[in-house]
């Protein structure tokens, strides 16, 4: 079991794209699907559900889509890289460089976890409102950001991933999802090639907490 403490789990828990094809034991893969079954959902209806895929013609289908999604992704954001200080090109470019890794090896990663959601199921209170709707998501998403978590503590490496949710028809198909059902996120897990999770890169709490009314400092 894990002993790394939450805070700093949470602060060093990053995708993690090159990863090892060693298997995954299973108390390991257990524990890992508990700590998803804790998380919060709207009314707690749990409306989510998880497909491990391990079989490896399952996942060279999975692998050959992604690959698809992730070289059409890579081309059009690489345009925008000119325009980037150099240092900052370069940082983008080391990360499409692991997103190409993962999309080349994608099959090889132990397990591939499949997110998937009954849209019934979810309490989605902004549905009406005239913009994308997001609080249906706050129903699915905490289970996966849970088991980014659990593989932080058990030293596996991971990356949540949501390029296969345009392929969702064919990936329905591949796995037997029911009609009714949608896919969230594709988290390919497996113990990392380098150190894996590490230092993060994020906006800082002045940047995003504000004091009673937006764009108001906290002290
Ligand atoms: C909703 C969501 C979708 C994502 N989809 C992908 C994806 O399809 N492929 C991928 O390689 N990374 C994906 N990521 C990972 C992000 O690129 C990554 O979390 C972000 O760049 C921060 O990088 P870091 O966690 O290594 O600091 C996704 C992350 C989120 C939260």
């Not at 890992?32 to 289908?61: C, F, I, M, Y």
């Not at 029911?178 to 497996?190: H, Y």
Request: with cysteine.
């Amino acid at each position: 079991m894990g002993e790394i403490g939450l805070y700093e789990a949470m602060s060093t828990t990053r995708a993690v794209r090159r990863l090892r094809p060693d298997p995954i034991p299973d108390e390991v893969l257990r524990r890992v699907l508990e700590a998803a079954t804790w998380a919060p959902s709207g009314g707690n209806r749990q409306a989510w559900r998880v497909v491990v895929v391990r079989d490896a013609d399952t996942k060279a289908r999975l692998g050959a889509w992604y690959r698809e999604g992730w070289s059409a992704y890579r081309g059009h954001q690489e345009k925008g890289l000119e325009s980037l200080p150099a240092e900052q090109a370069e940082r983008a470019r080391r990360t499409f460089d692991a997103g190409s890794h993962l999309a080349e090896h994608f099959a090889e990663t132990p397990a591939v976890l499949v997110f998937c959601f009954d849209p019934s199921g979810l309490a989605v209170t902004d549905a009406a409102l005239d913009r994308v709707s997001v609080v249906g998501g706050g129903s699915i998403y905490p289970a996966v950001q849970n088991t980014l978590l659990a593989c932080r503590a058990e030293g596996l490496g991971c990356t949540l991933t949501t390029l296969l949710c345009t392929r969702e028809p064919e990936v329905k198909a591949l796995l037997g999802i029911p009609e009714g059902w949608g896919t969230a996120a594709f988290v390919p897990i497996g113990y990392p090639v380098g150190r894996g999770h590490g230092p993060l890169r994020r906006r800082g709490v002045e940047d995003v907490a504000f004091a009673d009314r937006w764009g108001q400092g906290l002290d």
